[in-house]
């Protein structure tokens, strides 16, 4: 059982919701991003996905895109990503890490070649947003050969005969995009995401985790109580675009009032 099950098994027979966060990895410098990393934990992240910054992304709102920005001017690669994982898991080997990104860096390297990097470094899952699951069948062969998660986006515009490819390539969980639009959009509508959910629960056996558009307490409560996850992205990153002084702290504050609101969510 992978990490990435064994935190899911752990928080179902606790009734309780993973916490996801999502950061930039080099935002807004690569020193603090191992610090960052750890501080998302003490607030209560139960899975980390780390962005791998890229220069061209198509999913991204434009605070994640600034973010991508700043990490490519400090020159932060692929490579660069799997040494912060690496560091991360000198001091923890529990916490699972998602890389969310972009083809093209792993296809530059190699998915072989990646795929053995990523496992020495300790990331458990992938997320590649432009890889739809119609061109994604050897690559999903070759993470799971080496115990990697292929994780996939689903939107409310996806039709039955994507989402049950994406069930026969999936593990670890499901990305549910809960909005039409990039990230950092608001709008959220908890109903639709509720009746969406319950469409993709036919088809899907693994966990679903639901992310765009939310960013406070309220928002991420009302989500943990009909997902099995809620992840939350450009709400953090806005806090590292306001500079690393006192960045881990802030973090840590603001994810331990989203873990606690979660955690009435269904009592």
Do not use: C, W
Not at 130 to 145: I, T
Not at 198 to 227: H, N, Q, R, W
């Amino acid at each position: 059982m992978s990490r990435i099950q064994q935190t899911f098994s752990r928080l179902q027979s606790q009734n309780r919701q993973a916490l996801i966060p999502f950061i930039t990895a080099g935002d807004p410098h690569p020193r603090v991003t191992v610090d960052v990393m750890h501080a998302l934990v003490a607030g209560g992240a139960d899975i980390l996905e780390l962005g791998v910054p890229f220069s061209d992304p198509m999913a991204d709102g434009p605070v994640i895109q600034r973010a991508s920005e700043r990490a490519l001017l400090h020159g932060v690669s692929l490579r660069n990503v799997l040494g912060m994982v690496a560091e991360f898991r000198q001091k923890n080997t529990d916490t699972p890490v998602v890389l969310m990104g972009y083809a093209n860096p792993m296809e530059a390297m190699g998915y072989d070649v990646f795929s053995k990097a990523a496992v020495q470094a300790g990331v458990d899952g992938v997320l590649t947003v432009d890889l739809p699951p119609e061109e994604a069948k050897e690559r999903v062969a070759v993470l799971k050969a080496h115990g990697i998660d292929p994780i996939f986006l689903l939107a409310p515009t996806t039709h039955a005969s994507r989402i049950k490819a994406v069930a026969e390539l999936a593990s670890g969980y499901v990305y549910y995009v809960s909005l039409k639009g990039v990230t950092g959009s608001a709008n959220l509508d908890i109903a639709d995401v509720t009746e969406k959910l319950s469409v993709l629960k036919e088809y899907l056996t693994i966990p679903i985790g639901v992310g765009f558009g939310i960013s406070d307490a309220a928002a991420a409560k009302a989500v943990a109580a009909v997902a099995d996850a809620v992840v939350i992205g450009s709400r953090l990153v806005k806090e590292a675009e306001a500079g690393e002084e006192g960045l881990a702290d802030r973090l840590t504050d603001f994810l331990t009032g989203i873990r606690a609101a979660m955690d009435t969510a269904r009592v």
